[in-house]
């Protein structure tokens, strides 16, 4: 029962030296910040979807299937719930960056941070499962998101919820594994190879972010550490106690624990940045979650399976 956590604690200390050359590299000047942003969007627009797309290269699997959707919906679930928390203690009538404070607790690193997880942990099948909550982030965060950040969701639109790399790796993958027909071996390879980089080069972006602030402002600022709290403890427990009972298998349920659990989206500062909005808070909530997230991780992750073991 502590397998699954000792893989997740070994993992982290892993992603937390790749984090560290990331740091190095920016304060030595070799990644600025328009190359940690363009970086970033390789990774969001790329690297990740090939990664996606890989993953469901496979054959056809009923059981699969069913777990691929329920936890589509059982993501979704997750987001209405943190959605209802970070409406209840981030009221706009008190506070000014309330979109940003909401932001941080709703959305989570499962594609930079939870991916390269779940690959260490089960291979391609943890990108595959993966996928499923991704899929259901990005709808969320393209509607509820935007909705949030741009008043009025005046920006918010059908092609912005469907036309991202997001949910468009996703709706190609589902079409490649239930479809007799499979990737050609060439295209497949390509893709796999550039997937093959997902992890090091997420690392080194997040690494290049939280280089961008000193230590000490995210550790001594109590609203960073209160929205670090809801991201990290409050809502992984609440979906842990939920998911108990649910009729999933516990690979599944794993693999959507470990999304839910992962710290605060990089997406956070980059729509405070795209929307001018409270940047600093964002960068610095993404940075401390990232930094605790390798002892909450783990700890989640050990009481989980020892509870279903029971």
Not at 27 to 52: C, N
Not at 69 to 86: C, D, H, M, V
Not at 274 to 292: E, G, K, N, Q
Request: positive net charge.
């Amino acid at each position: 029962m502590l397998e699954y956590g000792i893989i997740i604690f070994n993992q982290m200390i892993v992603m937390v030296l790749l984090v560290a050359a990331g740091y190095f590299f920016y304060k030595k000047g070799i990644i600025d910040d328009p190359a940690a942003e363009k970086l970033s969007r390789l990774l969001s627009t790329y690297i990740i979807p090939a990664s996606i797309i890989v993953s469901f290269q496979r054959p056809y699997e009923s059981a699969l299937a069913k777990d691929l959707f329920s936890l589509f919906l059982t993501g979704l679930g997750s987001f209405l719930l943190s959605i209802l928390l970070a409406q209840k203690v981030y009221p706009p009538q008190k506070f000014a960056n309330y979109a940003d404070r909401q932001m941080c607790i709703i959305f989570t690193n499962n594609g930079f941070l939870a991916f390269p997880l779940l690959e260490g942990m089960f291979g391609s099948l943890g990108v595959f499962l993966g996928s499923a909550h991704l899929a259901a982030m990005n709808l969320v965060l393209w509607t509820y998101g935007v909705y949030l950040m741009e008043e009025n969701g005046k920006q918010l639109s059908l092609k912005k919820i469907v036309a991202n790399p997001g949910v468009l790796a996703f709706l190609c993958g589902v079409i490649v594994f239930v479809s007799p027909v499979k990737l050609p071996h060439n295209i497949f390879l390509a893709l796999k190879y550039l997937s093959g980089i997902m992890t090091p080069l997420a690392m080194i972006v997040l690494g290049s972010f939280i280089a961008q602030i000193s230590v000490k402002s995210y550790f001594n600022d109590y609203s960073v550490r209160q929205a670090s709290f809801y991201r990290l403890i409050v809502i992984p427990a609440v979906t842990m106690l939920i998911l108990y009972f649910l009729p999933l298998a516990l690979t599944a349920k794993i693999v959507l624990l470990v999304a839910v659990a992962a710290p605060t989206a990089v997406v956070s500062p980059m729509f405070a940045k795209i929307y001018h909005t409270d940047y600093l808070f964002s960068t610095r909530v993404v940075a401390l979650s990232t930094l605790l997230s390798i002892i909450t991780l783990p700890l989640i992750i050990t009481v989980f399976t020892y509870l279903s073991s029971l």
